[in-house]
Structures are given as C-alpha cells and as structure tokens.
C-alpha cells in the first residue's frame, strides 16, 4: 500500500511491459529505448565512466525500476575498476520487486544483471550490496529526506517525473538542497530542459548548460557546481 491506494492500482502498463504511473501520468523511463536515455542523459551527461572510481558517490532524485542504478552497474563493471561506486537513491513511491523485475524485461542486458538486486529488494531490503555496487534507496518524499541525509553526491541524476505533472520534486529549494548535497566537482544531468529547472539549478550554484537530448527529444541538461570563490567573483546568470 502507499497512502491508501493499493500498489497494484497505482499503475498502468503501455506497450505490454512499460510502467506508467497513474498518480503522475508519466512513464518510468522512455517510450523508446530506456537504457539508451539512461546511458545517453545519465551516464554520458555526467561523464561517466570516465570519472567513475573506487568510493565514487552518485545520488539520484527518482528511483523507479532501478534502471538507471543498473546502467550504473554495468558501465562499472565494463570498466573492470577495483572497489566499489556508492550509489544514493531517494524515492517517495517503491516499486514491488514483480512489478520492477516486470519492467526490466524489456531491457534484456539490465535484466540479465538484475536478479541480486531484485532478490533484495523482494525481501524488503532497501541497503543493497552488488558486485561492485553500494546502494541505499531513501524513502519518502525528497523534500522531507534530502535535508537530512548526511552524504555528498560526486554526480547526480535528476531522474523525477516530468517537471510539468510532478513540480515538487523539480522546485527552487530542492534543487538548492541538490546543490548543497554536492561534492567540490560535482555534476548533474537531466533529461529536461525547462527554463525554471534550469534557472533554479543556476540559482543554486550550478554552471548550467543545455546538450542534445535522447532520440526526439532536443533538449536535456547538465551542469557542474561552481566553487563557492568563483560564485561570490562571477554569479551565474
């Protein structure tokens, strides 16, 4: 149960294997192919793997299938690095393990790769070990627990819902929330371009710019924080 809606009234499914969530009437990853999104806003936007190492933290608003933390896991293992990457997630509505593992089937490489995260999760376990992977799934609403949460996000994923159905999770103050729970260096990357998303992510303290997005979309963004001396020396527009 989340609130009193039973979970297995809280989606619908497009295309046979495509969660969308009637709460926010928004898909939880791409109509088209969701990895490539993933890979192509997530990874590449925050220049990963290339800066991917042992104890590297990645923070993400919007947990979902878990699609973006196994792309994470992936990419990691391809680059064959020793230790381990940290990865943060805050998500207010949890997906059951069926209903995860049902979505990630349209994703044969992820789903080959998911089966110790599922097994997990299933059990109600939301600190999850993997190979080579650290992940913590923080849950409630990210305007209550981002504030309290004690860790600093070498790169973030802002992976919400859209900014137009689901605005809290997009507005002023949590994006400067964002911006003071990020490392010296650290990125973020979107998939949206939305002029107020990115003026607030500015506002924050972020160098931000506009990139091609994922297939038809012409737009997402990205950005890196902007150390405090050169903020007070040149405020960003």
Do not use: C
Request: aromatic residues 10%; glycine residues 10%.
């Amino acid at each position: 149960m989340v609130g009193d809606v039973p979970q297995d009234q809280l989606l619908d499914w497009r295309e046979g294997d495509i969660p969308v969530s009637r709460r926010f009437d928004d898909p939880y990853f791409s109509l088209g192919n969701g990895l490539a999104e993933t890979r192509h806003v997530f990874l590449t936007g925050n220049n990963l793997p290339q800066r991917l190492r042992d104890g590297f933290h990645i923070a993400e608003l919007g947990f979902g299938t878990g699609l973006n933390m196994l792309a994470t896991l992936i990419a990691w293992a391809q680059k064959g690095g020793a230790g381990s990457v940290r990865f943060t997630s805050f998500e207010a509505y949890p997906l059951p393990a069926v209903d995860i593992a049902r979505a990630l089937r349209a994703f044969p490489e992820a789903y080959a790769v998911a089966a110790p995260f599922l097994d997990q999760w299933a059990q109600g376990a939301h600190r999850i070990s993997l190979a080579g992977l650290e992940v913590e799934v923080i849950v409630g609403d990210a305007r209550d627990t981002l504030p309290n949460w004690a860790g600093q996000a070498d790169a973030w994923f802002l992976d919400g819902f859209s900014p137009a159905k689901n605005p809290e999770l997009w507005s002023t103050d949590l994006m400067a929330m964002v911006a003071a729970k990020t490392a010296a260096g650290g990125t973020f990357a979107t998939y949206t371009a939305a002029g107020h998303v990115r003026r607030s992510l500015s506002a924050a303290g972020f160098a931000v710019s506009r990139q091609p997005g994922h297939g038809s979309k012409r737009h997402m963004s990205v950005g890196q924080l902007i150390p405090k001396d050169q903020t007070m020396m040149s405020p960003p527009k």
